[in-house]
């Protein structure tokens, strides 16, 4: 079992909708939960940083952290073609120290 | 405020020569990490680094890889006698703290091609 499991997608919404997209993991000492986004041949961009549990807004996004079920989610409202691109969660904290460990990223296309 | 920088940006390399990937932290920066993404998948950890010391090398392979982050200058990774599944794109990353609490900033990557 993968210590982060995430659905590869892909994922295909028209423009306007509501994205939503998920995470669990294995780790119950993971602390910080975080998620990036990536456009094809680049590097990946940090979206959404949220400590332990509860919910975070920023914009048209919304990221969820569910410490007790081990499940993360975001929330793209208003879904615009720019974001399509590939959504990577990652997680840190407890015996990880340092590093993130990655979600295999989920691929979205927003189409007009 | 330059961000993360990686170089090049590309590397062609025929087997069994040596790559060197260069990465430059963001100013104030002094916690380096490096990734590496094969095609359709996520991004795996290789090693964690601080000025002149390695404290996190348990995702990098045993052999041919190495890294370093001197007093002056970029951190290097090296791969030497590359092999065709060594073909991938190489992030580093940079953050201020030790617990990357609040997230990594990534380089572009390099993008190495073993033919």
């Known amino acids: 079992q993968k210590e982060v499991e995430q659905d590869p997608g892909p994922l295909s919404v028209p423009e306007g909708a509501i994205v939503s997209l998920n995470c669990t993991y294995s780790?119950?000492?993971?602390?910080?939960f975080m998620w990036y986004r990536q456009y094809s041949r680049k590097g990946p961009e940090l979206l959404m940083y949220?400590?332990?549990?509860g919910n975070k807004e920023d914009g048209r996004f919304t990221a969820q952290v569910d410490k007790s079920s081990k499940y993360i989610s975001l929330f793209i409202r208003d879904s615009q073609p720019s974001d399509s691109a590939t959504y990577l969660c990652a997680m840190s904290g407890g015996n990880q120290g340092g590093k993130l460990i990655f979600g295999q990223g989920t691929e979205l296309s927003v189409k007009p | 405020n330059a961000g993360v920088m990686q170089n090049p940006r590309h590397l062609v390399r025929r087997r069994g020569q040596e790559a060197r990937l260069r990465c430059s932290p963001m100013?104030?920066?002094?916690?380096v990490y490096w990734y590496r993404q094969l095609p359709e998948e996520g991004l795996k950890f290789m090693v964690y680094l601080q000025k002149e010391n390695i404290i996190d090398e348990s995702g990098m392979p045993k052999e041919r890889f190495s890294a370093e982050f001197p007093k002056e200058g970029p951190s290097i990774l090296r791969i030497q006698q590359v092999v065709r599944g060594d073909s991938a794109a190489y992030f580093c990353?940079?953050?201020?703290?030790?617990?990357?609490?609040?997230?990594?900033?990534f380089g572009s990557g390099t993008r190495l091609t073993v033919v």
């Open positions: 780790n119950s000492a993971f602390q910080y």
């Open positions: 990353a940079s953050s201020p703290d030790v617990q990357g609490s609040y997230g990594y900033t």
């Open positions: 100013k104030g920066h002094s916690h």
């Open positions: 949220t400590y332990s549990s």
